[in-house]
């Protein structure tokens, strides 16, 4: 248990500008990607955050020579004096994403343990598509309790998902840039992340075709050398902050995102009256009057993320009218929801659907943040509440927010940590 919380008295709009940090959930992709490199290489724009500094001790742990500078944001990774294939429980159970070490550590060594990562409260996981990409490839794959052991070279071949999934295409991607032979990834994820670890990959001379569609070419390659490479900002935290400023009724520019990347969140906001004006690198939100109700149904990327589908519904707890939110990812996404609606929020939720009348008035309450992104939700409700709201569990939001409060206090927010 967090022994702080954090502290919002709400209902004042965000004002100003804000830069976007680089983004989480390619950084724990990408760190993993390099230990495939046969020489040391360097990544940037890499954040703050706790995921981040997890996978540095598991890097270290295996024998690699990591150096992160939490002020530039480089990190230099020197996998040539890689000793181990073993990733235990302990650090595993630390973030979810460690399952990408078994892709890179196999397409490195030929062999991967890794535990299975600690439990998640956005519904089940399971790793199947992994598993049988990695099978697939042609290598051996056992699950022994809660352990994960894969073995052999891999050789390349066509691997069909049967449902889309992001980790299971980077990971897979991972064990096939080294592979014997050329493989295809059939009904691939198409997030912006996967084709940045695809790009990664082929600054250091992989040939990597097609990411960013669903179908993904790899033809193996013997070495990879050398990269320095930067990732790209955020895409969540890009949404967040957006909902976030459009909640408030207030008027913030994001700076270094990638607009193209919030599209089904831009035209969402349009829809319920929101201003969004976009350049190459930056957004500009905002917004004076009442907004409207919308429906939100989750999809794989181009469509509405998951991962934003909590602030949103945050939001939508204000709007005029009454909002549908579907999510069709995962099974238990609406955690923070119950605690939104001690705030007095007008919610019933029917299984994957959530239904939300607005109502003209959230007010502060004590709530509890069950993961990440319901943290982020939770302060957007808190931003938007007359009075204080306190937020217990907050470690979550910094586990993959790099300073979300200092960003956010920057814009005018009253946010602060208390010890308890
Ligand atoms: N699935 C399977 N079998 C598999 C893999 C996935 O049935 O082998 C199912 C999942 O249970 C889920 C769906 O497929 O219902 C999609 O899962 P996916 O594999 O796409 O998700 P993930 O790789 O586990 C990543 C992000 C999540 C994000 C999802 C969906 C990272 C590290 N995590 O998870 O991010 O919600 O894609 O976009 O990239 C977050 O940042 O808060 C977060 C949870």
Do not use: W
Not at 172 to 197: C, F, Q
Not at 302 to 307: K, Q, V
Not at 318 to 331: C, D, H, R
């Amino acid at each position: 248990m967090d022994d702080y919380k954090l502290l919002i008295s709400g209902d004042r709009p965000l004002m100003g500008e804000i830069r976007v940090s680089g983004g989480k959930n390619t950084s724990v992709a990408v760190i993993p990607a390099a230990l495939l490199c046969d020489e040391p290489c360097q990544l940037e724009n890499i954040p703050d955050i706790e995921d981040v500094h997890v996978l540095i001790d598991i890097l270290r742990m295996l024998g690699a020579k990591v150096d992160y500078d939490p002020a530039t944001k480089r990190m230099n990774i020197d996998p040539t004096t890689l000793s181990g294939f073993t990733v235990p429980y302990s650090y595993t159970q630390r973030m979810r994403a460690s399952y990408y070490l078994i892709g890179a550590l196999l397409g490195r060594t030929g062999e991967a343990e890794v535990a299975y990562p600690g439990g998640c409260s956005i519904g089940n996981r399971p790793f199947d598509q992994h598993i049988k990409g990695f099978r697939a490839l042609g290598t051996e794959v056992e699950e022994r309790g809660a352990v994960i052991h894969a073995r052999g070279r891999a050789i390349g071949s066509g691997v069909f998902f049967d449902r889309i999934t992001v980790g299971g295409t980077i990971n897979v991607m991972l064990a096939a840039a080294k592979a014997e032979g050329s493989t295809i990834l059939y009904n691939a994820a198409r997030e912006p992340h996967i084709v940045d670890v695809a790009n990664f990959i082929n600054s250091m001379g992989g040939s990597i075709k097609g990411a960013g569609t669903d179908t993904i070419r790899i033809r193996g390659v013997s070495r990879l050398h050398a990269s320095n490479y930067a990732v790209i900002p955020d895409q969540i935290e890009t949404g967040t902050l957006m909902i976030a400023a459009a909640a408030t009724r207030g008027d913030v520019t994001i700076r270094g995102c990638i607009p193209t990347h919030m599209e089904s969140l831009t035209a969402k906001l349009l829809e319920m009256g929101v201003g969004v004006k976009e350049s190459d690198d930056s957004i500009r939100v905002h917004t004076f009057r009442g907004q409207r109700a919308v429906n939100v149904k989750t999809q794989e990327y181009p469509g509405f993320p998951t991962d934003l589908q909590q602030p949103m519904s945050a939001m939508l707890t204000m709007a005029k009218g009454t909002s549908v939110v579907n999510e069709t990812i995962f099974e238990n996404r609406f955690k923070h929801l119950p605690e939104i609606a001690r705030m007095g929020a007008h919610i019933r939720i029917l299984e994957q659907t959530a239904i939300i009348d607005g109502v003209s008035e959230l007010f502060g309450a004590p709530v509890t943040a069950t993961d990440l992104r319901a943290g982020a939700a939770l302060v957007v409700a808190g931003l938007m509440a007359k009075g204080t709201t306190e937020i217990y569990e907050p470690g979550y939001i910094t586990r993959g927010y790099e300073r979300l409060e200092e960003k956010l206090r920057s814009l005018g927010a009253d946010i602060r940590r208390e010890r308890i």
